[in-house]
């Protein structure tokens, strides 16, 4: 009868060690399982900072080019308050009588056209007669020079 105790004991020690290691394994399945999961879940994660990097890229590009159009546009600024400024400065000896109202704009007629033509041409006429009695008087020099 000992000897049936003992092999009862070692069957049941034998079942007892058969449901551990059938234990182990299904903890090791759901292990892999976890890891696997993990696996997944990782490249999931590495793509989407991927694509969040990609987007800053994208962002910092762009505020790049803000940035350039708000120089640009600072520049425009001044240039146009130089503008602003020096078309002050031209128009503001003229007065205007705010009770008359606006002076109507006259139109140019063919025989104010013709005075300013005349006076261009006279213009051109007094700068070719400058140059040419320089030219006279600078060969007068030169005939003084060669018969002395």
């Known amino acids: 009868m000992i000897q049936f105790q003992t092999s009862t004991k ?3 020690l034998v079942s007892d060690a058969g449901h551990i290691i059938n234990d182990v394994v299904v903890s090791v399945q759901q292990v892999t399982e976890l890891i696997s999961e993990i696996a997944v879940a990782s490249r999931e994660q590495n793509s989407g900072v991927e694509e969040m990097n990609k987007a800053l890229i994208q962002l910092e590009s762009v505020t790049q080019q ?7 546009a600072a520049a425009a600024t001044m240039s146009f308050q130089t503008e602003a400024n020096r078309l002050y400065e031209l128009v503001s000896p003229f007065k205007i ?20 033509i005349t006076a261009s041409c006279h213009s051109r006429a007094r700068t070719q007669a400058s140059c040419c009695h320089k030219q006279i008087r600078s060969r007068g020099r030169v005939a003084g020079i060669l018969t002395r």
């Open 10 to 12: 070692a069957t049941k």
């Open 66 to 72: 803000n940035a350039a159009m708000v120089e640009e």
């Open 97 to 116: 009588d705010e009770d008359e109202g606006p002076v109507p704009v006259r139109e140019e007629t063919s025989q104010d056209e013709d005075h300013r």
